[in-house]
């Protein structure tokens, strides 16, 4: 998997800070989450490798604000990514029934990620 466990520190008495570094749209993002406290060593990789997906589409969400597939699964953001990060043309009915756009095809630029630790 492409996830580097950095450090861990306790939050609470259920949870620990995990400081991850994770590969997303080519970058290496440093990210925080949590995992419970009571996870460590092979356990804990295998914890965060199982969330992969969701700390990858976590990022994109970051990176890509603006996306029309905001909360799509990370399969088809990251399809939508590989297209060239176009939002699709919105088309509607004016009230004579003609066709009208109502919002041109866009493309959304890539926020550079900020790491959390």
Same mark, same amino acid.
């Given at each position: 998997?492409?996830?580097?466990?950095?450090?861990?520190?306790?939050?609470?008495?259920?949870?620990?800070?995990?400081?991850?570094?994770?590969?997303?749209?080519?970058?290496?993002?440093?990210?925080?989450?949590?995992?419970?406290?009571?996870?460590?060593?092979?356990?804990?990789q295998?914890?965060?490798?199982?969330?992969?997906?969701?700390?990858?589409?976590?990022?994109?969400?970051?990176?890509?604000?603006?996306?029309?597939?905001?909360?799509? =699964?990370?399969?088809?953001?990251?399809?939508?990514?590989?297209?060239?990060?176009?939002?699709?043309?919105?088309?509607?009915?004016?009230?004579?029934?003609?066709?009208?756009?109502?919002?041109?095809?866009?493309?959304i630029?890539?926020? =550079?990620?900020?790491?959390?630790?």
């Amino acid at each position: 998997m492409a996830i580097t466990i950095n450090k861990t520190s306790s939050v609470d008495d259920y949870l620990n800070w995990i400081y991850i570094t994770v590969n997303a749209d080519g970058d290496d993002c440093k990210f925080t989450h949590t995992a419970p406290i009571d996870l460590s060593g092979d356990d804990l990789q295998a914890y965060v490798d199982g969330r992969e997906d969701f700390y990858k589409r976590e990022l994109l969400r970051n990176m890509y604000d603006k996306a029309d597939c905001y909360d799509a =699964s990370l399969e088809d953001f990251e399809a939508w990514v590989s297209a060239g990060c176009k939002n699709a043309e919105v088309k509607g009915t004016d009230y004579e029934g003609n066709e009208i756009v109502i919002k041109a095809e866009e493309t959304i630029s890539k926020k =550079s990620w900020v790491d959390t630790h």
